[in-house]
């Protein structure tokens, strides 16, 4: 119950982000549209760096200690998490000229720099928040506000199409600016679902160090996780200096990344069963049965792959014609983490989470690369051959090591023996 209620908090937000930044394709200019891609590859990066895995310990610590007054506790994280804002923040700040150069930003959407950043950083807060309500087991509002900024985007983005305002200004400030009112109404759930009468309770609590342990191999893989489907936005800007080219690799993104969100749902179904698997032979037969679903789920991607493209040319019409290589070929890349995902759950399981970080690790430095390479040969498409690599190397490495770790664990069960003799 528990966790399908932070599924669909989770998904709805999704799915309200995709609706949104379609009706901003239907508004406005190619342009628009690829500077806002950069901005928002900037946004998400900027929101990942001032969480670092803090908010992931903030429930773990908070779920921990259940019958305690949780109040001390998150305020020790909240001045961590001023301290990660700070030190994201001021570097932003000196680098701005640098970022406006390398991304051949034009001067009339410079000003989008700041608005992203702190634009970041206040999803950054929400996301705090949304914590906070999590570990506090309260799932219903966890929901509400994990759906609330794209709400409140859909809302007023929506309102100013029915008014038929044109200015594309408004458009970009209020798709960047709408998480501060998502934070203003976490400073009203928040409160509101913390005890207030338990000074009787015992204070819970954790030192710097304590949560710092916890925090840092989380945000090692939160970090790398967000640079392997945002760095290409920005490697496509500085590398063609086109925001054209970004907007149509951000359209076929849009579509594609479908599949994403479908594997979050199978990931936060399938994480507790999975991880209650102890035995060689249950993780054994689970991982057959998702090499059994390999040749189906190959043959829906490539169904999609076909489908998508005219999707975007019955919305679109001529508009977004270079887009549709890009799709088939990022639906195909996307396609694999139907696959990729619930298979490394085998980690989990067996407590090797050790191999994720180093998987992304591997996808990002062949992804750095094949982008750097590929995309002044063949711009959009460039980027999505590179998604493609790095998730076909995902995939050979997941399969590899899975069956490594599951074999390591039949080695070391009771009853198996090295002894020939």
Known sequence: MEAGLVMSGNLTSAVLRFTVTMILFMVLSEADMGYLGVFIALMDMVSIFC??????????FMSASAETRPQPLILRCLRVKLILCALCVLPLVLARGIFISVQGIEAQYRWLYPVAVAGGVLLSFNTFGMAVLQGRERYGLYTVLAAAINAFRLAIIGLMVLLKIRDPRLYLGAFFALPAAAVLLALILVPAALPRNGRERKPADATTGELLRFMWPLAVLQILAVAITRV???????????PE????????????????????????????KVSA??????????RRRILHFCPGVFLLTV????????IITLVFKDKYQS??????????????????NPLGLIFYAVGRTHYIPIMHA???????????????????????????IIRTVAVAFTFTFTAKVINDVSAHSPGNTNDKG
């Open 232 to 242: 290409d936005f920005l490697m496509l800007q500085s590398l063609t200096m086109d």
């Open 51 to 60: 969480e670092c895995g803090l908010h992931s310990t903030l429930v773990r």
């Open 323 to 340: 887009a549709l290589p890009i799709v088939r070929l990022l639906v195909l890349a996307y396609g694999m983490d139907v696959i990729i």
């Open 277 to 286: 698997m102890k035995s060689a032979e249950a993780l054994k037969h689970y």
């Open 362 to 388: 591997l996808q990002l430095v062949i992804f750095l690369v094949a982008n750097w390479l590929l995309i002044p040969l063949y711009a959009g498409v460039g980027a999505a051959i590179a998604c493609v």
């Open 303 to 310: 169904a999609a792959a076909a489908v998508a493209p005219f």
């Open 245 to 272: 080219v970004v907007a149509n690799y951000l359209l076929a993104f849009q579509i594609a990344f479908v599949f994403p969100l479908l594997t979050r749902t199978l990931f936060t179904i399938l994480l507790p």
